[in-house]
Nanobody
Framework: QVQLVESGGGSVQVGGSLRLSCTAS????????MGWFRQAPGKEREGVAA????????DYADSVKGRFTISLDRTKNTVYLQMNSLSPEDTAMYYC???????????????????WGQGTQVTISS
């Protein structure tokens, strides 16, 4: 089991920045990917960014490339999502996720995410 706790959400104006954090506990050695997803009202949950825990390779949704950066601090078991140039379309509940296998979960960036945080709200106002 992996437990995930997010922080860092909030409200900012268009063009602003936020950094989300997610700290993992439990069977953290079994993680092979960490990622961020988001879900806006009335829309399906979508993958935003992912990072491999072994080699640090990253992948992003097209909508956030060049604006968002995912990073992993292995010493703290924490993954970050730096979000810049935010727009109202980025408004959503953001969820941290962990993958420990290759199947059986929500697939994104070649990983199968099966553990989820409680979510943190990000609201962008114009």
């Amino acid at each position: 089991q992996v437990q995930l706790v997010e922080s860092g959400g909030g409200s900012v104006q268009v063009g602003g920045s936020l950094r989300l954090s997610c700290t993992a506990s439990g069977d953290t050695l079994k993680r092979n990917c960490m990622g961020w997803f988001r879900q806006a009202p009335g829309k399906e949950r979508e993958g935003v960014a992912a990072v491999g825990t072994s080699f640090g390779g990253t992948d992003y949704a097209d909508s956030v490339k060049g604006r968002f950066t995912i990073s992993l601090d292995r010493t703290k078991n924490t993954v970050y999502l730096q979000m810049n140039s935010l727009s109202p379309e980025d408004t959503a509940m953001y969820y941290c996720a962990a993958a420990t296998g290759s199947s059986g979960g929500t697939r994104f960036a070649g990983c199968a995410f099966s553990y989820w945080g409680q979510g943190t709200q990000v609201t962008i106002s114009s």
